[in-house]
């Protein structure tokens, strides 16, 4: 029952969220003209990947036609949200971040992972990270209580043990 109150409270720490996948062509901020008529090309050709191997410089980007890894809302800078709210696979679009200017093909959406906390992986999980959880305010109380008293070899005495139950547990 423990177990499950946790995982009810921390449900951002299983599973994945809703994420993006797209193929993208970067261009300076001080590149606009060249990053829309990129986009107006990208739209009329057949292929982005033909697009992208013309204008990207980096080749491993040109090889893989732009393509990136599946990412998280706020987890790409560079590229930022925008491709977030793009409707459908295929769609392309310019995107401007602080960093860049982006023309963007929506390869996929992957929806976030819906968790069955039946399940005895998840009861795994959560039973180590509540452990891992409860080790690391161990420790806050350890150094706090350590700090005050001057009684800093037993702390770290102590931190040495809750670091081999740590390597136990893994």
Known sequence: EEVRAFFDQNRALFGKPERVHVAR???PLNEKAKAEAALQEAKRAP???????KYLLDPVA????????????????????????????????LFESKFELNVVKLVEKL????IDPSSKEIDRQARQTMSSHERERWKSALLAGAHDSGTTEFAEARLRVLSAEAQHDR
């Open 25 to 27: 062509i970067p261009f």
């Open 47 to 53: 292929s982005f990947a033909d697009v992208a191997a």
């Open 62 to 93: 040109k090889a893989k036609g732009g393509d990136t890894e599946p990412y998280a809302m706020g987890a790409m800078a560079r590229i930022g949200d925008g491709p977030f709210g793009m409707k459908r696979p295929g769609d392309v679009a």
């Open 111 to 114: 929806p976030a992972d819906v």
